[in-house]
């Protein structure tokens, strides 16, 4: 059974009013909503932009920074060629000692004094340092030296104690000398390793 719905001109105004307004809270909701969505895709979409460029801005860092590490470690093998052989401080010592001989003898300066001294630990590398004595003219003081400074191997002078014999005349002086040369510390076996972490 239907029953007939008289709405008049005023209702149906209403009605078409009200329907209108609905249409338009949902019309502005629906705007906000994908607003929030895509201000939010955006800064996502940032966001991952900027972690791309960080991480491609990383690559040439770590391409620069391998290349030094490759440069620096030729360098030092390069320097390493010119340590003492060996890996023993006695035979490191007595090298130097030779050589120093031999730079003397070609200087005709007789070496009065030589003694090895203690090793000197320094990490990776150990100092031997030996110390001569000798008399001789300052002018051959000088290339003596001058040929320890460039010598093929490593060696550097961190004591010197000059006395001059005759104060009137300062040609000729009494020289100590400290000369150290370095040697690479031998590193240990795994198997040494194993053997004291067993006894332990």
């Known amino acids: 059974m239907n029953i007939p719905l008289k709405i008049n001109q005023r209702e149906r105004k209403v ?10 809270i949902i019309a502005y909701q629906f705007i ?6 895509k201000d939010s895709m955006r800064e996502n979409i940032e966001a991952k932009n900027f972690m791309l460029e960080k ?7 770590k391409e620069n920074m391998l290349m030094k590490s490759e440069i620096i470690s030729n360098d030092l093998k390069l320097l390493e060629r010119r340590l003492l052989p060996g890996s023993k401080p006695p035979v490191a010592a007595a090298r130097i000692q030779k050589i120093l001989k031999e730079m003397a003898l070609s200087l005709d300066i007789n070496i009065k004094l030589e003694k090895a001294l ?12 030996v110390e001569i004595g000798f008399a001789t003219t ?7 030296i001058y040929r320890i400074k460039s010598s093929s191997l490593i060696l550097t002078i961190p004591d010197i104690r000059i006395r001059v014999t005759n104060i009137r005349n300062p040609t000729n002086a009494y020289t100590t000398m400290t000369v150290k040369g370095f040697i690479k510390k031998p590193q240990k076996s795994n198997e040494n390793k194993k053997e004291v972490k067993d006894a332990s």
């Open 15 to 24: 009605l078409l009013i009200g329907g209108i307004v609905i249409l338009l």
């Open 32 to 37: 906000a909503w994908y607003g929030n969505i």
């Open 55 to 61: 991480q491609l801005n990383k690559i040439p860092e």
């Open 118 to 129: 203690n090793p000197v630990d320094g990490g990776t590398y150990i100092g031997i340092p």
């Open 138 to 144: 300052t002018e051959k003081l000088k290339k003596m």
